[in-house]
């Protein structure tokens, strides 16, 4: 059976939603508001998927 995504994918992009998630759940800790929250989020998703594709190499 062949499957569609490959490890590293998986890992590539587990590691960015975990990081997203962390980043989302401290900012609203932190007494922001929740769209505050969603925004940084967002960001630390967006920077941190081309780095961890970068740091896990093929």
């Given at each position: ?6 490890v590293?994918t ?8 975990l ?9 609203a ?17 967006a ?12």
């Open positions: 059976m062949r499957t569609t995504v490959t590293r998986a890992v590539v992009l587990l590691l960015t939603v990081t997203a998630t962390a980043a989302g759940v401290l900012v800790l932190a007494g922001a508001a929740l769209s505050g929250a969603a925004l940084a989020a967002g960001a630390a998703l920077t941190a998927l081309p780095l961890f594709d970068a740091l896990i190499d093929e």
